[in-house]
């Protein structure tokens, strides 16, 4: 194609950089390219407050290399964030704001016990989610340190890329799964990537329920992870014991997938139904075809689908 675009999507973990590199449409996105550059030792210390990058001229080599191996000659990239470097969460609010300006500050000091940050050096934003019959509102809310923004920042920018928006791991993966999700309709999400867990549940398409936690290195799927599933599950079914959880998709790497899929019909007795990170895109004949090759690029693919 003449005006073929691209979209190069990056995703940053303690254990190494993935890039992906999108072609097509939003509708049918192509896969032209993936490639990773692992990190053996302490280069990046994923934090909420602190500065994650630890050896920025190692992380500024990987970073070339692995954009450069796909052969994108482009210098707008779409970044994608380890949770534990932000938080994501659900927020309820009793009625309307005046402005977006009047909101930040209220959710600011809804937060501020909560959180383990000064809220005076973060990145905030919300989007409006519902409205209830009651005129409460439901916000998706996303809260990151500028400190730690600005750090990565400097250094990609440093490396010669311009990172045209930054997200969270959680908006990536959903946003890679966005048709399989819609499909499934209501029901929930577990996935296991990056060190961390995330757990969360749709109704009418809308997330009303998230939890996010880091978890061992260790994947088990034995002691912390049942616990944090469990206890996730229970929270939820009693804060909305009419909408009993029916269907449940989960995403986690390939060679533990199965004893997952098992703890995960344990615990709620639903069969769940693995994501693959193939059927969300097209291909080409220069990328990995199967879910097992590109489980690792999952996030950073997310995150390119933004830019197209």
Request: glycine share 6%.
């Amino acid at each position: 194609m003449l005006f073929n675009r691209k979209s190069a999507g990056v995703s940053i973990s303690s254990s190494g950089i993935d890039v992906a590199l999108l072609g097509g449409k939003r509708t049918q996105p192509v896969l032209e390219r993936v490639a990773s550059r692992p990190f053996n030792d302490a280069v990046v210390r994923v934090s909420l407050r602190e500065p994650n990058i630890v050896d920025p001229e190692r992380f500024i080599t990987a970073l070339k290399e692995a954009v450069n191996l796909t052969i994108y000659k482009g210098k707008n990239i779409f970044l994608s964030l380890p949770d534990g470097a932000g938080r994501v969460m659900l927020m309820d609010m009793e009625s309307r704001f005046k402005s977006r300006a009047e909101g930040l500050d209220t959710i600011r000091w809804k937060l501020k016990k909560s959180l383990p940050i000064d809220l005076a050096d973060t990145h905030l934003d919300y989007q409006l989610l519902q409205v209830r019959e009651s005129g409460e509102l439901l916000l998706l809310v996303a809260v990151t340190s500028k400190t730690v923004i600005s750090q990565y920042e400097e250094i990609i920018t440093a490396a010669g890329f311009n990172p045209t928006r930054i997200e969270l791991e959680a908006f990536s993966i959903c946003r890679c799964f966005n048709r399989q999700l819609e499909i499934m309709g209501d029901g929930g999400l577990i996935y296991i990537y990056n060190n961390t867990i995330g757990i969360m549940v749709f109704v009418d398409g809308l997330p009303v329920f998230s939890r996010f936690k880091t978890i061992p290195e260790s994947i088990s799927p034995q002691g912390r992870i049942r616990g944090e599933i469990s206890n996730s599950l229970l929270a939820y079914r009693e804060r909305f014991p009419d909408q009993p959880l029916k269907k449940l998709s989960c995403l986690i790497s390939p060679e533990v997938s199965r004893d997952f899929c098992d703890l995960l019909e344990d615990i709620s007795g639903l069969k769940p139904t693995p994501l693959d990170t193939i059927a969300a895109i097209k291909p080409s004949t220069d990328s990995p075809s199967d879910h097992s090759a590109l489980f690792r690029s999952t996030v950073a693919i997310g995150a390119a689908m933004r830019g197209l």
